[in-house]
């Protein structure tokens, strides 16, 4: 069974650190690529970063460059998203995915995790 469960969203304050992590089935990590994507009320749903499972190779939103990084720990075949500096624009549902190759197209992906929201007060 193909599962993506997410965890560590809340309320921080701009400037905070949080770390997001992803767990994914053992039949979807060695095979998939995992972003993490994210979607603010009223805006489209958007690729922030994104890890070949196999070979590390990563992407970032301009906007989080430098502040983002993201991660994976195989024995635990879990994705993290270690997000700094946050700032009020970073509020949103942040959503784990897993597809055959790192796109950023929503429509790239099989596989969502339910979500977890992250927000970032003033």
């Known amino acids: 069974q193909v599962q993506l469960t997410e965890s560590g969203g809340g309320s921080v304050r701009a400037g905070d650190s949080q770390t997001l992590s992803c767990a994914a089935s053992a039949s979807l990590y060695d095979y998939y690529c995992i972003a993490w994507f994210r979607q603010a009320p009223g805006k489209e749903r958007e690729a922030v970063a994104t890890i070949y499972t196999s070979g590390g190779s990563t992407y970032f939103l301009d906007s989080v460059k430098g502040r983002f990084t993201i991660s994976r720990d195989d024995a635990k075949k879990t994705v993290y998203l270690q997000m700094n500096s946050l700032k009020a624009d970073d509020s949103a549902t942040y959503f784990c995915?897993?597809?055959?190759?790192?796109?950023?197209?929503?429509?790239?992906?099989?596989?969502w995790g339910q979500g977890t929201r992250v927000t970032v007060s003033i």
């Open positions: 995915a897993a597809g055959p190759s790192c796109d950023m197209k929503r429509s790239a992906y099989n596989y």
